[in-house]
């Protein structure tokens, strides 16, 4: 059964303090990992898919990568407006979206 | 309009009550799915429907019934509901290229906030 957890459950930073969130999967044939952000009262935003280990995907301050167990999402000098929940989903060969929890990230100014 | 759009936002209703979610895509997908969201837990995959046939039933409660009359709409028919049904329903879409999912990513909707008295 393909699984996801996220880590940690809840992030908070100081403005343009890095740092980085965890996803770790176990899924039979990956076809996909996907990030996402969720602000309050909104639903999912697709930030990037990842397709096999070894790749990277840039946007603005955020940086995901990939291995075999596990990807991490990298929050270079966040600030206030970054703050929402991170979720992270896989999908196996034939399988549909398993989420994560996600990480509930809070950016103080 | 853009992406997908979900209507109502906010929904309260009875355990007697009949009610109905909408869902419609402007993305041109042909894959489109039902979600539950509810507070500390992941997201839970309730029904998909690819080329407007469903093709998967997440073991739901009978008193939740989909319709999907075309690829670009996608209805959540609501009777009989439990208190435990409140919830974030959140409705997405996705291009496939081939029948059972593809690896291409969904795109979510704001979702219908629901709560059961």
């Known amino acids: 059964e393909d699984q996801v957890t996220q880590s940690p459950e809840a992030l908070r930073l100081q403005e343009g303090e890095s740092s980085s969130l965890n996803c770790s999967y176990t899924?039979?044939?990956?076809?996909?990992l996907f990030w996402y952000r969720q602000d309050p009262g909104k639903g999912p935003e697709f930030l990037f898919t990842?397709?096999?280990a070894g790749e990277e995907k840039e946007k603005e301050r955020l940086k995901a990568t990939l291995t075999k167990k596990e990807s991490f999402l990298h929050i270079t000098a966040p600030k206030p407006e970054d703050s929402a929940t991170y979720l992270c989903?896989?999908?196996?060969?034939?399988?549909?979206?398993?989420f994560g929890p996600g990480t509930r990230l809070s950016v103080l100014p | 309009e853009t992406g997908v759009t979900q209507t109502p936002r906010h929904l309260v209703m009875g355990m007697t009550n009949k009610k109905s979610l909408k869902c419609e895509q402007h993305?041109?997908?042909?894959?489109m799915y039902w979600y539950k969201q509810s507070a500390k837990k992941p997201l839970e995959l309730m029904f998909v429907?690819?080329?407007?046939?469903?093709?998967e039933n997440n073991s739901v409660p009978s008193r939740f019934s989909p319709e999907c009359p075309n690829s670009s709409h996608l209805f959540l028919h609501l009777h009989t509901l439990q208190p435990e049904d409140s919830a974030l329903y959140l409705c997405?879409?996705?291009?496939?290229?081939?029948?059972?999912?593809?690896?291409?990513?969904?795109?979510f909707g704001d979702g219908t906030r629901l709560s059961i008295l």
């Open positions: 429907y690819n080329f407007k046939e469903q093709t």
């Open positions: 993305l041109g997908h042909n894959a």
């Open positions: 997405a879409s996705s291009q496939d290229n081939v029948r059972g999912g593809s690896n291409q990513p969904q795109h």
């Open positions: 990842l397709y096999s």
């Open positions: 989903a896989v999908q196996g060969y034939g399988q549909n979206f398993v």
């Open positions: 899924v039979s044939g990956l076809r996909g």
